[in-house]
């Protein structure tokens, strides 16, 4: 019987069955694999011994002795991953209000050395004046902010200012410096009170500058068209015994306060929400926009004060 293959064959199933039945179907010591090896711990072709191929070389994308796979991170990354701090803003490319103050400081800069240049050489106040209003009006209405025509508006309006300055401390010598110092008190209080919560821009009061500052443009529009065409200006005329001019600029320098206020506003809320990190050059802009904006009606408002002294 022995030597009968077909009952060799049945007593070998029968043995291997009964390995089979220790422990359970897929138990130790079974006939399938455990840790990807067969039975008795031996290693199948084409099977994986603790993340290894068969004969015991590694394969792409498994595992050999607690090795991670390719492109996934061990238990040590992931630990550090979880404990390290937060990315910061600069990091992640994000707006900061350095990046404002600096962009900022650099168009000041730039604003200072084209008035330089103006104050030097007085023609260069009708370049400024055209090349401001242009990149003005781009820089204003461009969906994409550009850092060139941001720089090259506060040159041109520096332009615009040294020429202008000039011709005013030469008629009353001393205006600029108290022009200057002004304007920075001014941005200084405003910063103040809205740091402190004291001063909010509102809707109510958003729709009242938007009106406030159509109406000054028209005037400003016609005061131009007549002072061209007719000689005259508006702002020299007497209302209850005051220039109009001065009651006009009053209300201009509310009006640029409360533009300071939006401004600021603009800027917390874009470093709030997470702005990218260009958009710093267009608050830049609009912070540049307003203090010169600023600048000027006080230094009209001194002149005509200081023309009111003199007679």
């Not at 821009?201 to 065409?229: D, E, H, Q, R």
């Not at 009651?247 to 997470?274: K, P, Q």
């Not at 540049?288 to 200081?306: A, C, D, K, M, P």
């Amino acid at each position: 019987m022995a030597g009968n293959p077909l009952v060799q064959s049945i007593v070998n199933n029968e043995k291997r069955d009964s390995r089979f039945g220790q422990f359970g179907a897929g138990g130790a010591y079974a006939g399938q694999a455990q840790y990807g090896q067969q039975a008795y711990g031996q290693p199948g072709y084409g099977q994986a011994q603790y993340g290894q191929q068969a004969y015991g070389q590694p394969g792409y994308g498994q595992t050999q002795y607690g090795q991670t796979p390719y492109g996934q991170p061990s238990t040590e990354q992931l630990n550090q991953m979880y404990n390290s701090p937060s990315a910061s803003p600069m990091q992640t490319g994000q707006l900061t209000i350095n990046d404002v103050i600096v962009k900022t400081a650099l168009n000041l800069g730039l604003v200072v050395l084209g008035a330089l240049a103006g104050w030097f050489i007085p023609a260069l106040m009708f370049l400024g004046f055209i090349g401001a209003l242009v990149l003005g009006l781009t820089n204003s209405f461009k969906r994409k902010v550009s850092p060139v025509l941001v720089m090259g508006y506060s040159l041109f309006e520096g332009f615009l200012l040294g020429g202008f300055s000039m011709m005013m401390e030469s008629l009353y010598p001393g205006i600029v410096s108290q022009a200057v110092l002004g304007t920075l008190i001014v941005f200084a209080t405003v910063l103040v009170l809205f740091r402190s919560g004291k001063v909010r821009a509102t809707p109510k009061a958003t729709k009242i500058f938007m009106v406030a500052m159509i109406s000054y443009l028209i005037f400003c529009l016609a005061n131009l068209g007549l002072a061209l065409f007719t000689g005259t200006n508006m702002r020299t005329m007497e209302v209850a015994g005051f220039p109009l001019g001065l009651i006009i600029g009053l209300l201009a320098i509310v009006m640029a306060s409360y533009s300071l206020v939006l401004d600021f506003t603009n800027v917390s809320e874009a470093v709030r929400y997470g702005a990218p990190e260009r958009e710093s050059w267009r608050l830049a802009f609009g912070l540049i926009v307003t203090l010169v904006w600023l600048y000027i009606e006080i230094l009209r408002i001194l002149s005509i004060i200081r023309a009111m002294s003199d007679d």
